[in-house]
């Protein structure tokens, strides 16, 4: 490889130097290609890039000797010495010069077509040689076939056609694609004979094709039908020209050219082209395989023909299928191929038709079709009608559920076909359209929840009108049938309605009930056929009502279990006696009983378990099935011959009856109340699954295929029962054994081969012995609907299979819960039974035992891995060596299934086991490697070895890892396909698991992959013939690049460093990804996604990209998800390179290819990660790619608007925004896009709002903003809010509900966005109020006629933003949207049900939800009405009705979350009495969505001490009060207190329990606080309270609270504890005398609790030396500042409420923890100066004054609180850095603070006084630079502005700082002069000395006149040194000192003149100067400025 890759990967040789090397290049590669010495035998990837080279070599060099080498290689590939390998590569080579430049050599084509067809004929040649022959022939017909003569090209066709018969698949393949194309050409094909021929040929061929071949088979038919579908010049034969003659001669004689060319019609018409192939399915010899094989046919043709073909021919299409295929069936009875011919029908229409290649509107078209053509004409009413075979209406049910799913919403014209035509068809006859008609009808109930409540009560009629007939002889069966299909039909709705609850009033469920059991109870009147059908049609009910939940049976449960134990008693004597005498009608009318009550059973415990099936219900149930059970065996032990054909309809009612007892058995779990049935439910379920004479079938049928050899396999069984096999597969528990397709692990089955989903699907029926039906389980109606995906089609299996499978799974539940001993017994009865010699002559009914016991024991595995006893059982010695038994002879088996279900469950077991164990099984499978040379078993082996491997883990395993890989490698290199794909297979499954622990193994595993990709045993054609054979369903490549892909995460971050392996790696992977095989790519995709991870730095992005985006537009399904997948990556690591790479229009194709199909879901991520990471640079660009889209109609809007023909909206504000729009594009036939692509975009505005508000970037919202930046407006989002309206309102407009609801969303995110944009054009003027028409025009759609619930809720929200945004603040201009709002109020307080704008009365729940979505959007105007003051008028005359339904709203959401009973009386407005019960769970969501903002608008309301709410609280209407008189306190609490206050407990428990809060969770603990702290108050509270139950319980949350919450619940949760101390003071205080306790702080009183709280929260708050500084409480600083704050005022209030006695403890309590706080000397946040407020509060005295004992203490705590903090002051001496800064600065502030606090009656310590000031003096000296001087000059100024106010302690104070400030300035003076020769001055020393400068000037206006010339004597020098008049301008400190010069002047202006007199010369004239130069300057100033407005007209 290292001599050949420079040529390919260095391109950058220059072209010259090229051309002269280029013979040395050429000779070497032509060595290299043939073998030559040195080099090897060239392999498949040595040829790859030898052909890669050569077409480079001559792309950029010389060509004129390409065409010598083709003609060397030529003679090389012939020379019969040649080994294989240089023939293939020299084929190879020839075959890409071809194909690459063949145009240009066209004169080598015939001898290349001679060589190679000469080749293939050599059959002694290997089949690798012959296969290459053809494919370089084909790769030279492609581009060379022009060269071919006409004699060659016979031959050629004459080969091909002959060896499409050939024994080897590869060369039937080859041959196929020659032949392809060669019908590339329409003129390659002239009639229908040859059309013929070559269908008859391929179809031949598929008996024994594999997947591959089959594919290249439908290739060519579909290539050579599709030509038959061109267009092509008819030439008129004698007969046409006589006639024409005949009409006139003149037309004939004008041109008879023009004419022939003129008449165009294709050579065979859609249908007869159609017809080619269903005429080989309907041959009566063809195989299951071939029919199978002939839908490929099918699904190739509709690809190549495409989907405008497909949706133009959809009627010709599904009449060809219909009438062609499905209703012929060969006109069997058998029900297999019935159900075959459907599924495969189903599979075309839908797989591939509906899904891929419908656009929407032929979706809708579609439907119609169907409607028209097939469910309409049912049944026949005129006379030469014909009805529809009842297969055909299945099909097209099955179809339109389909198509109805994927529209997700029928436009009125869908509506309008189906819905008559489908309830019709509940009455149909057959029992199959009756269940596929009720499915259909409720998926278009599911869809279209508006018809829903009329199709309910349709159905209801006719099933009563059908339940009268029944009363009324003479009763025909019709009418049975009828009654129990309208019974299906309503069960299918009604399991619908717990998704679809707001459309449907409940009333009907209770009526529907009272009818089921009125049935039951008139039942015995009837003779048994009528009975019959009465009591399966009021079972049917009841099963269909349980779907509604434990909310609607809890009611009915005690009157079901007298119903069910009526109808499943205990066996009689006469029920298990041999001879009954019992006619077959009899027996048939027990177990149909039997069976649908049973029925009901299983329904009530899949949808009501756990919530009422209690111990008590269970015990019940247990018995009742165990009675079932009875009767069922002694019904088999009946000894009539009836009963035991397997084809007899007894048979098969006993099987459904003992299905459903095994199911409702595992429903119920395993509990106590099955214990005592446990043994005997084992010992029937093994003998029904695992025992010889468990067959019903005929025995002697079975021996003769057995003696004869006909018994091939029991996946090959056609007769729908297959000797009894389940249907059970090991990946889904619900899918068919497969051979060897789907691989690897159970989590990806199917795809794993890359192959197309549809294809597989196909393929799955050729192995499928038992094909599930809609009509063999009708309980598959009442599933619960995924909402998330389309609920597909129920298949269940028939009921002889689904007994079998019911049985397997209760077996898997029951083994693991056995005793080891029972188990053991219980395995080896079922070894026993597959070795009984009774199977001898019944191979099949042995293979189909293997089968279910291997099935069972790995259920049963896979069960008990969820505990840890049943792994202990089943994992100890005796029953691990019973399952060895049986599982050993699976893994060695023939079939695939059973060696895959057996490997896994043997990793399952030695996972439970010892090592032991495991050491045994190692040895075994070693063994058997070695000896056994069977490759089926090797295979088993090596699947044994990966699955113990991977179950086991890379810990327990790891002594066999070298064992392991060993054998695997050796089996890798056999050329056996089924072993090496295995073992290949498994190894790649240990390297995943072993992880790091494979490295020794990586360098030796990647020799294995480059010798096995050099192999030419591996390749997929190589080998002997029947190795090429098995090859292509076992593609061996794929497997190595899943090694490779796993090697990739062993060497994980390793590959980022260069060396050798990294390149091997990456070179292997690009290698794979340059194959053919799409299979192959998809895999080096996958290797290569995973290599970006971690070596991304050396690959080449962009060709990455390119080569993937070409993967996106290929029609292969695999290839397109591996690359969207590999694309999604890479915009993920960076979407930033994706956009230089692929631009927008990489973006844009990706929307297509949404639009194109929505079910690729891959591609959604890319383009929300790419939106994510780039939108914040240039939404516009984002904004504009949505808006295309939206700017298209969808088919919905567009087959509406035609069916109404009436243009947009009546309403003139919608007609100008949508004329705007470009109006009525739907008209002009514009391009049209799916709906959920257009939701999709949508949903990209919603993420772009949100992306860019939470982004904070100002400029995207804030366009004036935005222009002083100089920033480009039209790239911001502001400058597209127009847009982002229309297009909300386009949305708002639209057919689709969903779109509907997401365009309101995206208009509300642009109101709130945008709520505080101002507009750029206008001052003072918001941006939105120029869009409120537009805004409002968006709205009113949703307020129409055909709105829904969902959409009225959401409009209500939307409305309530716009008018709490503040865009119009004027009642008056809010409009349609306040008058919309303020209706959906007055509505709300009436009782009944809503009628909102234009919409008809709404469904009880809806009206509940509409209610309870209006109470949420008033509550948020009331709260935001505290800070927008213009809402006050909004909400104003509604406040008291607001208050009454707020408060209600807040007691019902109360009693359904406690899930009372208790009755709703008339106050309540939001619940109606009769749908208390159901609509409980019903509006339980809703409210739990909005209760908490309700509630904040009521603590809102409390807060203000609002009258109506205090009355709503009492139970009273305060709408109706007149203004009520001020009621006297009392003790009693408010009627609802008690609701309110445990609904915010409950609040503030769930908050305080979760440590991990998110924001919504925070919010929700505030606003409960918010309305504690009213709610504790005694007008709503009383005493209740203080009750100590009460108070216990809340103290202990707040105690939790106090410790976990975050800082701004604790500010909320103190703030409480404040607003009960100060308001229940009086009671509080009572109680505490009343219990007389001694101690000062009482330990059980509430206010003691609430100082603990307080007290505990700022310990936590308070930094302390023990936590080095760091608080207990994180947060934000402020949060922590105002968390300290509140909590120090909640101190003294509570302390306060203690009253004068015991105020001073508190108060020292208070100081010593502030002491705290002023001690601290880490932390570097200063938490101590915004708090200094608080501690002044402590301190203040003067509010209650303190006298006598209380005067001593507060004197003593003073005095400790100043020497403390004079000490810590001196600690910090000789410290440096930030912590101590703040440290010295706080607690020189604080004990400032307290000399100047304290009342003058308290004295404190002169030493402590005068030690203050010094240190303030002392302060001021030391940090002439730093801030703490700043500091203590402010200091001395509070001191000295305190002073003034004549307290004498003060002016000792202040004569001590005088001195020191003087010496402060003078000595600042002359550094700042020193400074200012400099430059600049400090800006810390000129604030300092104006801090004492304004000291001073106070000091001097509090002095007496007399003295102040004295004190200028002082203040006068000193305020001259710091003047400086020379300097201009004038430095900040003269103008500062200046000022202060000038205040004292004018103050005392004689004091001033003599002071001035008394300086000397120099100084004095220096302030003369200064204060002159002042003066005059302020007088200039004042001149200029008077001036300036003047206008002066003198310049002219």
């Not at 003659?245 to 041109?255: N, S, V």
């Not at 009528?530 to 269909?544: F, T």
């Not at 089996?971 to 992880?995: E, I, K, M, R, Y």
Request: charged share 20%; net charge neutral.
């Amino acid at each position: 490889m290292a001599t050949t890759t420079p040529a390919t990967d260095d391109l950058r040789i220059d072209e010259e130097d090229l051309k002269i090397t280029q013979n040395a290049f050429e000779s070497c590669i032509t060595k290299l290609v043939t073998g030559a010495s040195p080099y090897p035998t060239p392999g498949r990837p040595l040829r790859n890039l030898a052909a890669r080279c050569l077409n480079i070599l001559y792309a950029r060099g010389e060509t004129k000797s390409r065409f010598d080498t083709v003609r060397a290689l030529l003679s090389t590939a012939g020379d019969v010495k040649a080994s294989e390998g240089v023939k293939v590569a020299c084929l190879w080579c020839i075959g890409e010069i071809m194909a690459a430049s063949g145009s240009q050599i066209l004169s080598l084509m015939t001898d290349i077509s001679n060589a190679t067809v000469r080749l293939v004929k050599t059959s002694s040649l290997p089949v690798l040689v012959r296969y290459h022959a053809f494919l370089s022939l084909q790769k030279s017909l492609k581009t060379a076939g022009r060269g071919l003569t006409d004699a060659a090209l016979k031959d050629v066709l004459k080969q091909t056609r002959y060896y499409m018969t050939d024994k080897a698949l590869p060369i039937q393949r080859a041959a196929a694609q020659i032949l392809t194309i060669l019908h590339s050409e329409k003129e390659s094909i002239k009639t229908v004979a040859e059309v013929e021929s070559l269908v008859t040929l391929s179809a031949k061929g598929l008996e024994h094709a594999d997947q591959p071949t089959r594919r290249s088979f439908s290739l060519l038919v579909a290539q050579v039908l599709s030509l038959t579908q061109v267009e092509r010049p008819v030439v008129s034969t004698e007969k046409k020209a006589s006639t024409k003659k005949d009409a006139g001669a003149d037309d004939e004689a004008d041109g008879p050219v023009s004419t022939l060319a003129e008449t165009t019609k294709p050579l065979m018409t859609a249908a007869e082209m159609l017809a080619q192939i269903s005429a080989h399915f309907n041959k009566p010899g063809a195989s299951r395989k071939t029919r199978v094989g002939l839908f490929d046919f099918y699904v190739s043709l509709l690809m190549v023909l495409g989907p405008s073909w497909v949706e133009t021919n959809y009627g010709v299409i599904v009449k060809h299928l219909i009438t062609e295929i499905v209703v012929p069936v060969r006109q069997s009875t058998n029900t297999h191929d019935t159900s075959l011919v459907r599924k495969l029908v189903g599979m075309l229409l839908r797989d591939l038709i509906g899904v891929r290649m419908l656009s929407e509107q032929g979706q809708i078209a579609a439907i119609k079709e169907l409607s028209e053509g097939y469910l309409k004409k049912w049944p026949a009413l005129l006379p030469g009608q014909v009805a529809p075979h009842h297969n055909a209406l299945v099909v097209a049910l099955k179809e339109v559920a389909g198509l109805l799913q994927q529209l997700g919403n029928a436009p009125p014209p869908v509506q309008d076909a189906l819905a008559e035509p489908l309830v019709h068809l509940l009455s149909h006859p057959n029992q199959g359209a009756q269940v596929a008609a009720a499915w259909c009808l409720r998926c278009f109930c599911f869809s279209t929840p508006l018809r829903l409540p009329k199709t309910v009560l349709s159905v209801v009629e006719l099933l009563q009108r059908d339940i009268t007939s029944l009363g009324t002889p003479p009763v025909t069966p019709e009418v049975g049938k009828r009654a129990l299909g309208h019974a299906n039909g309503l069960a299918a709705l009604f399991a619908i309605i717990p998704d679809r609850p707001l459309y449907v009033s409940y009333d009907l469920s209770a009526k529907v009930f009272d009818m089921a059991i009125q049935l039951l109870k008139r039942a015995g009147e009837h003779d048994v056929a009528v009975a019959q059908v009465e009591v399966e049609v009021a079972w049917a009910l009841i099963s269909s009502l349980m779907a509604l939940g434990p909310n609607f049976v809890r009611s009915h449960l005690p009157q079901l279990l007298v119903l069910w134990r009526n109808a499943l008693p205990k066996p009689t004597s006469k029920d298990t006696s041999h001879a009954t005498g019992r006619s077959v009608a009899e027996w048939t009318f027990l177990l149909r009983v039997r069976e649908a009550a049973l029925q009901a059973v299983l329904s009530f415990l899949r949808h009501n378990s756990p919530a009422l099936v209690t111990l008590d219900v269970a015990r019940r149930l247990a018995s009742l099935l165990s009675n079932a059970l009875a009767f069922a065996n002694a019904f088999v032990g009946q000894p009539t011959e009836e009963i035991h054909d397997a084809t007899s309809n007894l048979a098969t009612r006993e099987a459904m009856l003992r299905r459903r007892v095994y199911q409702c058995f595992a429903a119920l779990g395993l509990s106590s109340a099955t214990e005592v049935m446990q043994t005997t439910l084992l010992q029937s379920v093994v003998s029904l699954f695992a025992s010889p004479d468990g067959y019903s079938g005929s025995s002697m049928q079975a021996a003769i295929a057995s003696s004869t050899g006909n018994f091939s396999s029991v996946w090959a069984m056609t007769d729908g029962y297959a000797y009894g096999v389940t249907s059970t597969d090991r990946y889904s528990m619900k899918v068919f054994g497969k051979d060897e397709k789907g691989e690897g692990n159970p989590e990806e089955s199917g795809e794993r081969l890359n192959r197309d989903s549809v294809e597989n699907a196909i393929d799955d029926p050729i192995l499928a012995p038992i094909i599930g039906s809609c009509e063999h389980d009708t309980l598959a109606l009442c599933r619960p609907q995924s909402v998330s995906e389309e609920s597909a089609w129920p298949e269940p299996p028939p009921p002889m299979t689904g007994v079998v499978d019911a049985a397997i799974i209760l077996f898997s539940m029951l083994l693991p819960a056995q005793d080891a001993t029972s188990a053991a017994r219980t395995i080896n009865q079922i070894a026993q039974s597959i070795k009984s010699p009774k199977l001898e002559r019944n191979l099949g009914r042995k293979a189909a035992i293997q089968i279910n016991a291997t099935s069972a024991l790995l259920f049963t595995l896979r069960h008990a891995a969820q505990s840890r006893q049943a792994r202990d059982v089943l994992g100890g010695g005796q029953v691990a060596e019973a399952l060895v038994g049986v599982l050993k002879d699976a893994i060695l088996d023939g079939d695939v299934f059973l060696r895959k279900a057996g490997s896994e469950a043997i990793g399952r077991l030695a996972n439970f086991s010892g090592t032991t164990f495991l050491s045994t099984q190692t040895k075994f499978l070693v063994d058997q490697v070695v000896s056994n040379r069977d490759p089926q078993a090797r295979a088993g082996c090596a699947l044994a070895f990966g699955a113990i491997y991977s179950q086991v883990g890379g810990l327990a395993a790891g002594p066999l890892l070298k064992t392991t890989v060993n054998v695997l490698m050796s089996l890798g290199n056999d050329p056996h396909p089924v072993v090496h794909f295995h073992a290949l297979s498994a190894l790649s499954q240990v390297a995943t698991s072993a992880s790091l622990s494979y490295g020794p193994y990586v360098s030796s595993t990647l020799g294995l992959i480059f010798k096995l990709y050099m192999a030419s045993t591996h390749e997929p054609e190589g080998g002997s013939l029947s190795n090429a054979n098995l090859a292509g369903d076992l593609p061996a490549y794929q497997v190595l690049c899943e090694l490779i892909d796993a090697l990739i995460s062993v060497l994980g971050p390793e590959l980022q460093e260069p060396n050798s392996t990294r390149n091997l790696v990456f070179n292997l992977a690009m290698d794979f990804w340059k194959e053919d095989d799409e299979g192959i790519q998809v895999e080096a995709i996958k290797c290569i996604q995973h290599f970006l991870m971690f070596g991304a730095n050396t690959m080449d992005i962009p060709e990455l990209v390119v080569g993937f985006r070409a993967h996106l537009l290929s029609s292969r399904r695999p290839l397109k998800m591996a690359s969207i997948n590999a694309l999604y990556q890479l915009v993920q690591r960076d979407a930033f390179v994706m956009s230089k790479v692929g631009g927008d229009r990489l973006v844009e194709e990706l929307f297509a290819m949404l639009d194109d199909d929505s079910a690729i879901h891959g591609v959604r991520n890319i383009i929300l990660s790419w939106l994510q990471q780039t939108v914040l640079h240039n939404p516009s660009a984002w904004i504009d790619l949505c808006q295309r889209i939206m700017s298209r109609t969808t088919a919905s809007q567009r087959v509406t608007d035609a069916a109404s023909k009436t243009g947009g909206l009546q309403d003139d504000e919608a007609e100008s925004l949508s004329v705007g729009m470009g109006g009525n594009q739907a008209a002009a036939g514009g391009p049209t896009s799916r709906w959920r692509t257009q939701l999709f975009s949508l949903r990209c505005l919603h993420q772009i709002c949100i992306l860019v508000a939470r982004s904070g970037r100002r400029e995207h919202v804030d366009l004036p903003f935005a222009r002083q930046q100089k920033l480009q407006p039209s790239t911001l989002l502001v400058s597209r809010v127009p847009d982002l309206i229309k297009m909300a309102f386009t949305a708002s407009a639209a057919y689709v509900t969903e779109i509907r609801l997401e365009g309101l969303v995206v208009l509300q995110d642009v109101i709130e966005v945008f709520a505080k944009s101002p507009d750029p054009d206008y001052e003072d003027s918001l941006l939105l109020e120029q869009h409120q028409a537009p805004i409002t025009a968006a709205l009113t759609p949703a307020f129409s006629s055909d709105s829904t619930p969902e959409i009225l809720s959401s409009a209500v929200q939307v409305c309530a933003a716009f008018v709490g945004c503040g865009v119009v603040k004027d009642v008056a201009r809010m409009g349609r949207i306040l008058k919309l709002l303020t209706s959906a109020l007055e509505q709300s307080k009436e009782s009944g049900t809503l009628k909102i704008g234009d919409v008809g009365e709404l469904s009880p729940n809806a009206s509940g939800m509409l209610r309870i979505s209006t109470l949420k959007a008033w509550a948020q105007l009331q709260v935001a009405s505290s800070h927008q003051a213009y809402l006050g008028a909004v909400v104003e005359p509604h406040r008291a009705t607001l208050a009454t339904l707020w408060i209600s709203s807040l007691r019902d959401y109360a009693s359904i979350r406690g899930d009372s009973e208790m009755l709703q009386d008339s106050a309540s407005a939001a619940m109606d009495v009769s749908y208390s019960g159901m609509g409980r769970e019903v509006l339980l969501p809703y409210y739990e969505a909005s209760w908490s903002k309700i509630l904040k608008a009521v603590a809102n309301l409390m807060l203000g001490s609002d009258k109506a709410v205090l009355a709503a609280m009492d139970g009273q209407d305060a709408s109706n009060q007149v203004t009520p008189a001020p009621a006297p306190p009392k003790d009693e609490p408010t009627a609802y207190f008690f609701i309110i206050f445990g609904l915010v407990f409950e609040a503030l428990t769930a908050s305080s329990a979760d440590a991990n809060a998110t924001p919504a969770a925070l919010e929700a603990a505030v606003t409960a606080l918010e309305a504690l702290r009213s709610l504790v108050r005694p007008e709503y509270a009383g005493k209740a309270i203080l009750d100590p139950s009460t108070f216990d319980e809340l103290s202990n949350l707040f105690y939790r609270m106090a410790m976990t919450s975050a800082p701004i619940v604790q500010i909320n949760l103190i703030a409480v504890l404040a607003s009960l101390a100060s308001s229940q003071k009086d009671k509080l205080i009572a109680g505490i005398k009343a219990s007389g306790a001694s101690e000062p702080f009482p330990g059980d009183s509430p206010l003691t609790h609430c100082l603990r709280i307080c007290s505990y929260v700022l310990r936590q708050a308070v930094p302390s030396a023990s936590r080095r500084g760091a608080s207990g409480v994180s947060g934000s600083v402020e949060d922590r500042v105002a968390l300290l704050t509140t909590t120090f005022r909640a101190f003294t209030i509570i302390g306060d409420a203690f009253g004068p006695e015991k105020k001073e403890e508190v108060r020292a309590v208070a100081v010593a923890l502030y002491t705290e706080l002023l001690k601290d000397e880490y932390s570097t946040v200063d938490l101590t100066g915004p708090t200094l407020p608080s501690l002044k509060a402590i301190l203040d005295a003067t509010a209650s004054p303190v006298a006598g004992a209380g005067l001593e203490k507060y004197q003593k705590l003073v005095h400790g609180l100043l020497s403390a903090c004079l000490s810590h002051i001196d600690e910090m001496r000789g410290r440096e850095g930030v912590a101590a800064a703040i440290k010295v600065k706080n607690n020189l502030l604080t004990s400032v603070l307290i000399v100047t606090v304290v009342p003058q009656n308290v004295k404190l310590s002169r030493t402590a006084v005068e030690h203050c000031c010094y240190v303030i003096a002392q302060k001021l000296e030391e940090g002439s630079t730093s801030e703490i001087s700043v500091t203590a000059a402010h200091c001395a100024k509070t001191i000295m502005i305190a002073a003034t106010a004549g307290n004498t302690l003060l002016g000792h104070c202040v004569k001590l700082l005088i001195p020191g400030m003087i010496h402060y300035i003078a000595s600042l003076a002359s550094s700042v002069e020193e400074n200012a020769e400099g430059g600049a001055q400090n800006a810390t020393q000129i604030q300092g000395i104006d801090e004492v400068l304004k000291a001073f000037v106070a000091f001097f206006n509090s002095v007496p006149d007399e003295h102040r010339a004295r004190l200028l004597g002082v203040l006068l020098p000193l305020c001259v040194l710091l003047l400086d008049p020379a300097r201009s301008p004038p430095a900040p400190l003269h103008t500062r000192t200046i000022s202060h010069l000038l205040s004292f002047a004018t103050t005392s202006p004689a004091a001033f003149k003599e002071a001035t007199g008394k300086l000397g010369a120099p100084e004095r004239e220096k302030l003369e100067t200064s204060i002159r130069q002042a003066v005059g300057g302020a007088k200039t100033a004042a001149t200029e400025k008077a001036a300036k407005p003047a206008i002066s007209l003198r310049s002219f």
